[in-house]
């Protein structure tokens, strides 16, 4: 988890793919959602608690290696629900503004981009405030659907995943996961 940023072939430093699959007498219903590093060129150099992260490529470069990514994502998942739970203000904020910024500029008909200032909004372990974020988001949700089938074959299928992220893919996550 201490590695950042993106690769110059679009390869985020740290990936998780994860299915729940639940299995009930004949019925088995999986979901698919990732998480991964924020995919522009950046890092938190020196080794104390929490360094200032910063850029550390052009505009150029970045917009290569992001749409890279997001190209693969798309392909192998279809639409992409980003949510976005790196902090807004202090250390944190040079990342949302370059993770906005390749979103936005991106402007993909497969993403759709969600922010949530977990830190903001969960502030005193009130965890149960995710229930904001995912109000926010309950027709994405809807929409995306999940696997289901049983004996007799295939009920239904998931449509795209949610690709979540704080700075370290770590705590926040889990959370909204």
């Known amino acids: 988890y201490k590695r950042?940023?993106?690769?110059?072939n679009g390869e985020v430093a740290n990936y998780v793919e994860t299915e729940q699959i639940i299995s009930y007498q004949s019925h088995e219903v999986s979901f698919v959602q990732v998480r991964g590093s924020v995919p522009v060129y950046w890092s938190q150099p020196g080794f104390k608690y929490r360094p200032p992260p910063r850029i550390d490529k052009g505009e150029a470069e970045t917009?290569?290696?992001?749409?890279?990514?997001?190209n693969k994502?798309?392909?192998?998942?279809?639409?992409?629900c980003v949510i976005?739970?790196?902090d807004q203000t202090g250390k944190e904020k040079?990342?949302?503004d370059a993770y906005s910024h390749y979103i936005?500029?991106?402007?993909?008909?497969?993403?759709?981009?969600?922010?949530?200032?977990?830190?903001?909004?969960?502030r005193g372990m009130h965890f149960e405030n995710v229930s904001i974020l995912i109000n926010a988001i309950i027709d994405v949700i809807k929409d995306m659907n999940y696997c289901?089938?049983?004996?007799?074959?295939?009920?239904?299928?998931?449509?795209?995943?949610?690709?979540?992220?704080?700075?370290?893919c770590l705590d926040r996550t889990n959370v909204v996961q």
């Not at 950042?4 to 110059?8: P, T």
């Not at 500029?105 to 969960?122: A, G, K, R």
């Not at 289901?148 to 704080?166: A, E, L, P, T």
């Open 4 to 8: 950042r940023g993106v690769d110059e």
């Open 63 to 70: 917009k290569v290696a992001f749409e890279t990514h997001f």
């Open 73 to 80: 994502e798309i392909q192998k998942y279809g639409p992409i």
């Open 84 to 86: 976005n739970l790196v």
């Open 94 to 96: 040079v990342i949302f």
């Open 104 to 122: 936005l500029e991106y402007n993909s008909p497969f993403i759709t981009y969600v922010t949530y200032d977990f830190h903001e909004y969960c």
């Open 148 to 168: 289901w089938r049983d004996k007799q074959g295939h009920i239904c299928s998931q449509n795209g995943v949610f690709r979540v992220n704080c700075i370290d």
